[in-house]
């Protein structure tokens, strides 16, 4: 059975309700585009019913922290940003105490890049609760000091900790070192050289954007960014970088790494991805020329709709 056929029949046999949009590319061409309709939100604000097409904006999550190392590697190799072995708390010098604190020396912005910050940081908690530090930064006065004042618990760069506070760090730097708000580079610097002109970005309650979760993307302009990712940056994000942030540096579970800000699968059909609340996934075959985008509504629960839709994709 061909590729769209097995997706048609997971979608017909009603084995992926909270399935939203699918796109496929291989070689560099679009392969296959499903789309589905059903409830959304954008972050916690319901959108109601919505009819997805082509052009549909959808949020990304997550995804968005695996955008923001795409950027990061951009304002690097423009000299904008500091290398991922500079200092991490210096790049904020108005917290002086911060900056003084023997506690936070060691901390690097490749450890932000890594979750591995060691830091006291739990987002295991629903999205709708500062019991979750995200959210808890989110309603913080200052979300870069909150960050950066959590108490270490363990030694940085030894352990993967889920942190959407260590993608905020790095928003935070690139906007300071381009000069502009992060939603602004990122148009210029990576969206319109690929042709992406319609996207979105929500704001956090410090007027802000969500470098962790907030970027809204056609699934159509997803997979395109995976594709770059796929052709080593084209130019638009050095190459060198894209091996940097590639490479595992630290475990999560068997078979399952992470670089900067993106996993990384390994065994028999390895692959990247970035993953987003809800069942968002991009994934990336480096070896097969395929880039698989997935887009779906089943925000904080079980993502079954994105993997019936993606076992349908890559069953051989």
Not at 216 to 243: F, H, K, S, T, Y
Request: charged share 20%; with cysteine.
């Amino acid at each position: 059975m061909a590729m769209a056929e097995r997706v048609d029949a997971v979608l017909r046999a009603g084995a992926a309700p909270g399935f939203h949009g699918l796109v496929v590319m291989r070689g560099g061409e679009v392969v296959l585009e499903r789309y589905g309709a059903g409830v959304d939100y954008r972050l916690g604000d319901s959108l109601g019913h919505v009819v997805f097409d082509r052009d549909t904006l959808h949020d990304m999550r997550s995804v968005s922290k695996s955008i923001v190392a795409l950027l990061y590697g951009i304002a690097l190799g423009d000299g904008l940003v500091p290398e991922p072995g500079a200092g991490l708390v210096a790049q904020f010098p108005e917290y002086r105490d911060l900056v003084g604190d023997p506690e936070k020396a060691h901390l690097t912005v490749e450890h932000a890049l890594t979750m591995t910050l060691g830091l006291e940081w739990n987002e295991d908690a629903p999205y709708t609760s500062t019991a979750n530090s995200e959210i808890a930064m989110e309603f913080a006065p200052d979300r870069y000091r909150y960050v950066l004042e959590r108490p270490v618990v363990e030694e940085a760069g030894k352990l993967w900790r889920y942190c959407g506070g260590a993608t905020a760090l790095l928003g935070g730097i690139i906007a300071r070192g381009t000069g502009r708000p992060l939603e602004e580079y990122a148009a210029t610097a990576l969206f319109r050289p690929l042709g992406i002109t319609d996207f979105d970005w929500s704001k956090g309650m410090h007027g802000a954007v969500s470098a962790a979760a907030g970027i809204r993307l056609r699934p159509v302009d997803l997979a395109a960014i995976g594709q770059l990712v796929l052709d080593g940056g084209r130019g638009i994000v050095p190459g060198e970088w894209l091996q940097e942030m590639l490479r595992p540096r630290v475990n999560i579970a068997e078979g399952f790494e992470y670089g900067y800000q993106w996993y990384l699968v390994t065994g028999d059909r390895p692959h990247v991805k970035g993953i987003g609340n809800g069942g968002q996934e991009l994934l990336v075959f480096t070896g097969e020329e395929l880039v698989v985008a997935v887009t779906a509504g089943e925000y904080d629960g079980d993502t079954t709709s994105s993997r019936a839709v993606l076992e349908a994709v890559l069953t051989e």
